[in-house]
Structures are given as C-alpha cells and as structure tokens.
C-alpha cells in the first residue's frame, strides 16, 4: 500500500481515537458532577434534617392565615409565623434534671446548655377571635432506644411538668417524671380553651438525658431523637 495512503488512514484513525478519548472524558466529566450534585443534596437534606429536626414548633397554616394563630419567639412580634425551629445540641451526655438552671423558663428563644437543649417560644392569638386549641408533641424519628432515658420538661406559663417514656420493665412512671409519654410516639398534649385576642401562652420545652435513669446505658450512645409540637384551633367564636 502506498505510503501516504497509509499515513491518511492512520491520521484519521488517530484523529478518531482523540475524538472518542475527548468524548469520553466529557461524559466522565459530566457523570463526575452529577455525582458531586447527588452527594452534596444529600449532606444538605441530612444536614438541615439534624440542624432543624432536633425540635420544631409550628401550626395549622390554615389556622394562622384565617384566624390568626401565630408563634413568636419573643412576646413582642410584627409578623405571622408558623414554624419555629431552635437550635440543637451536638454530642449530649447526661446530666441530672437537678442541675438544670433555676431560671431555664425566662429566657426566649433558643438557650441551650451543654447538655440540654432549652427553647421558650409564644403561642398568641392574633386575629380577632376567642380560640379553643390543643397542641401535641410527637416523637418523629429516635435511634438506639434514647427515648427511654430522655426526659422533656415543658413549661406552661411558668407551670412545669416532665414527662419522661414507662419503665422499660413495665413499673410504671420514673420517679423523677410528672406524667409519662401518652404513646411511644405522643410525648404530651395541651389545650386552652377561651384563648382571647391578643392573648399569649408562653412554653418552655427542655430536652436532656437523664443520667439517673437505669437505661441510661452506653447502648444509647450515639443515639437521636427528633420531636415537633404542633397546635390546631378546636373552636373559634
């Protein structure tokens, strides 16, 4: 075969191969961004999930929008809220119930310790009507069984009351406790009837892990929990 025949042939043999290599690396490229995209929502929804998950407060959009049930972190508000998220505590240990700040209801908004976490939010009536609401608290998610050393402490208008989960051997509400978990995934209910306009209840919700709790054991290490309290309107007039 001539020379410059094969010369050709070869050139655009070569010519496709780099063709080939630089679609390929484009594809590889691009697959490698996807990838990157898929990791990096992931971490994001994970991430939000822990950061805003731990506790959430909200209610009936519905309610807030037609009649005026609202939620502040302070007594004094200028806009209509329906979400409230606090802050979290990474790594909590245990501690006793005892150790707890004195004052742990006078402060609004988030103000966690080391190892609790602390919020103080406001349910107001901004619209015009008397109200009638009831407010539950769930357990959304919980890992490794921490729930039944957890205790939450949830102050009304400065009237404190903790719940924690049954004995796990069945005996009944742990000693340091007010009232237990209703269900294993209802913590507390609340309710207020003739809920004026303008008016306001104040809570306080403290989360710790209670160190005098038998089956605060080192099988919970590492475990999560996540809880939301949500309110709705009964009856309005």
Known sequence: ????????????R???EVKRHTVLMRVLGLLAIILILIVA???????????????????NKYDMVKQGL?????????????????DIVYDMTNISGED???????????HNGDNYIAYTFYLINSGDDTLSYTGEMLIENVTKNVDEAVRVAVYKNGVKTVYGKTKSNGGGM???????FLTSSVVMRTSS????????????VVIWLEGNDPDCIDDIIGGTLKLSMSFKITEST
């Not at 075969?1 to 655009?12: Q, Y």
């Not at 929502?41 to 731990?54: M, N, Q, R, T, V």
């Not at 004052?103 to 988030?110: E, L, M, Q, R, T």
């Open 174 to 180: 742990e000693s340091d406790c007010d009232s237990e």
């Open 14 to 16: 070569t010519a496709k």
């Open 193 to 204: 009837e003739g809920f004026k306009a303008k008016d306001k209840d104040k809570y306080t």
């Open 41 to 59: 929502i992931a971490y994001g929804i994970s991430y939000f999930y822990d950061k805003f998950g731990s506790f959430t407060v909200k209610v």
């Open 1 to 12: 075969m001539d020379k410059k025949v094969v010369d050709v042939l070869e050139l655009r």
């Open 100 to 110: 707890l700040p004195e004052n742990i209801d006078k402060v609004n908004g988030s």
């Open 70 to 86: 609202s939620l502040s972190e302070a007594p004094e508000y200028d806009k209509s809220i329906a979400v409230l998220n606090a």
